[in-house]
């Protein structure tokens, strides 16, 4: 006899399929049958990745969220807290810009993109205002899925899923199979590259972002480490590739026995791809004042924000220019934010 295989229930368009949480898959299933969605939704809010310590909102507070108006009040209600500050800022942090040089020297060109470990999909935003259009997003928390849909990429689809026990996905290879500042948090990293050299295909690449080595957070590898799991020798040092974008050139690849002392490294894996035709350090318009400067101070949003990125965001001075330089998009004096920010 065969086992039917469990439901996947829908809430506002992104299917829960994540694994280890079969009993609350099981009470949304059961929500959405009896017609509760709201509830249903107010269950998927309050769940979190195994790395969060601090517990849920209250219900009342969560079933608040679809009213708000933008991304950081709806941010505010879900009790993001440290990673609030990290997601509404995004657009004009050194790892974003990391990641943006990434792209600019790989670009997907037409294929289809993964984007593992999404988060609020900043960078299938950025995919998308560049005329990508096969983008799927994947994460283990709803709730980010959540709002990368409503605020942030409202063009893309989205997964609830942990991508080794992921559902067919959908994905036609050759892929262009991505995952930034989130593979070192990953606690089986073999499975997870396995899995997402299997979603690229023959023909396929696999792009890993910002990969801590020094940090503590998550669970680093060394650079061979890391290269070693995911079958490649492209590395590249990312505070090179951050340089590099605001330098508006090409960054350089590095052997993974000179990444010793960098804080984290990026990786390329199958396919190269070519760069992109269009230059991904200058942002698209319409462009807006970079937030973090408040009556001409820059201010970081939180002394951990400021501890982390502070030392390595030279390109945003201290206080405003008057006049504006000319490079002041490439440097995210001007940014450009996502309309309901």
């Known amino acids: 006899m065969s086992t039917?295989?469990?439901?996947v229930p829908v809430v506002d368009g992104i299917p829960f399929a994540r694994a280890g949480r079969e009993e609350l898959r099981a009470e949304v299933a059961g929500r959405l049958a009896a017609g509760e969605v709201d509830r249903a939704r107010v269950a998927l809010l309050a769940d979190a990745d195994d790395w969060w310590t601090e517990p849920p909102p209250p219900p009342e507070q969560l079933a608040r969220v679809p009213a708000a108006t933008t991304l950081r009040e709806a941010m505010g209600l879900l009790g993001m807290g440290r990673v609030a500050d990290y997601f509404?800022?995004?657009?004009?942090?050194?790892?974003?810009?990391?990641?943006?040089?990434?792209?600019?020297?790989?670009?997907?060109?037409?294929?289809?993109?993964?984007?593992?470990?999404?988060?609020?999909?900043?960078?299938l935003r950025e995919l998308a205002r560049r005329g990508c259009t096969d983008l799927l997003g994947v994460d283990v928390v709803w709730a980010k899925l959540w709002l990368a849909r409503r605020?942030?990429?409202?063009?893309?689809?989205y997964v609830c899923a942990d991508v080794t026990t992921a559902p067919d996905l959908g994905v036609q290879p050759p892929a262009y199979v991505l995952c930034h500042d989130a593979f070192y948090f990953l606690r089986d990293k073999p499975a997870a590259a396995a899995a997402m050299r299997a979603l690229a295909g023959n023909?396929?690449?696999?792009?890993?972002?910002?990969?801590?080595?020094?940090?503590?957070?998550?669970?680093?590898?060394?650079?061979?480490?890391?290269?070693a799991v995911l079958g490649t020798d492209l590395l590249y040092d990312d505070a090179e590739l951050t340089t590099a974008l605001l330098a508006g050139r090409a960054p350089r690849p590095a052997a993974a026995a000179d990444l010793h002392s960098s804080e984290a490294v990026a990786l390329v894996a199958g396919d190269p791809c070519s760069p992109a035709q269009a230059d991904l350090g200058e942002p698209l318009p319409p462009l807006r004042p970079n937030l973090l400067y408040v009556d001409g101070e820059l201010c970081w949003p939180s002394e951990r924000y400021a501890a982390e990125y502070g030392p390595r965001s030279a390109y945003l001075p201290a206080r405003w220019p008057d006049p504006l330089p000319p490079d002041a998009a490439r440097r995210r004096l001007l940014v450009d934010l996502p309309e309901a920010w």
């Not at 039917?4 to 439901?7: F, G, M």
């Not at 605020?151 to 689809?157: D, K, L, N, P």
């Open 151 to 157: 605020f942030v990429c409202s063009t893309a689809r």
């Open 88 to 123: 509404a800022h995004r657009w004009s942090d050194p790892t974003h810009l990391a990641g943006l040089a990434l792209l600019q020297q790989h670009w997907p060109g037409r294929r289809p993109v993964v984007d593992v470990a999404c988060g609020i999909g900043t960078h």
């Open 4 to 7: 039917a295989a469990p439901t």
């Open 203 to 227: 023909g396929g690449t696999v792009v890993v972002g910002h990969a801590h080595v020094a940090d503590p957070h998550g669970a680093p590898l060394t650079p061979e480490g890391y290269a």
